[in-house]
C-alpha cells in the first residue's frame, strides 16, 4: 500500500476536519458542557486501546507497519477485536467530535470507520488468510471483526 492510503493518514485527517468543522460550522456546536466531556472517555478508551494492541506487538518482537505480517497475535486486546487499532482511531475520533461539542464532526468517525471496513480491513484479511490459512480463519471464527 502507498504511504499516503495508510490509515494513519485517514486518522490524522479525521483529526483535523473534527476541528475545522468546529469552527467552520459553529451553528451546530450542540454538544454543550457537561455532555461534551463524555468525549474524553471515549477519546482515552481510544488511546488505551491503541496502547494495548501496540503493547502486544512490542511483546511478541514484531512491527505494525501495514507490510507483510509476520505473527499472527491472538492474545491481549486482539482476544476481543481482530482490529483493536482501528477500533481505537474510531473510539478517539468520536470522543474528539464530541469533546469539541458538533453533532456534525460526528460523521468524520463514521466515514473513518466505513473507509477501514471497506478498503483496508479487506485487504488486511486476505493478506493474513494467505500467510496463516487455517489458523487465521479459526481466530476469526472466534474474535468478531470489531468487537
Not at 454543550?32 to 486501546?49: A, E, I, K, N, Y
Not at 466505513?114 to 479459526?138: N, S
Request: net charge positive; glycine share 8%.
Amino acid at each position: 500500500m502507498k504511504k499516503l492510503n495508510m490509515p494513519p493518514t485517514y486518522f490524522y485527517t479525521g483529526i483535523l476536519l473534527v476541528v475545522l468543522i468546529r469552527f467552520l460550522f459553529r451553528d451546530f456546536n450542540l454538544i454543550r458542557f457537561p455532555c461534551s466531556m463524555f468525549g474524553l472517555v471515549l477519546v482515552f478508551l481510544g488511546v488505551w486501546l491503541n496502547f494495548a494492541a501496540s503493547s502486544v506487538f512490542k511483546t511478541n518482537k514484531t512491527r505494525h507497519d501495514f507490510g507483510a505480517p509476520r505473527f499472527l497475535l491472538t492474545g491481549g486486546v486482539f482476544r476481543f477485536s481482530r482490529n483493536p487499532m482501528y477500533l481505537g482511531m474510531f473510539f478517539f475520533l468520536a470522543g474528539l467530535a464530541v469533546c469539541v461539542g458538533n453533532v456534525l464532526g460526528l460523521g468524520v468517525p463514521l466515514v473513518f470507520i466505513i473507509a477501514v471496513q471497506l478498503v483496508f480491513v479487506p485487504y488486511e484479511e486476505k493478506l493474513m488468510e494467505r500467510r496463516f490459512g487455517k489458523r487465521y480463519v479459526e481466530y476469526k471464527k472466534k474474535v468478531r471483526r470489531w468487537i
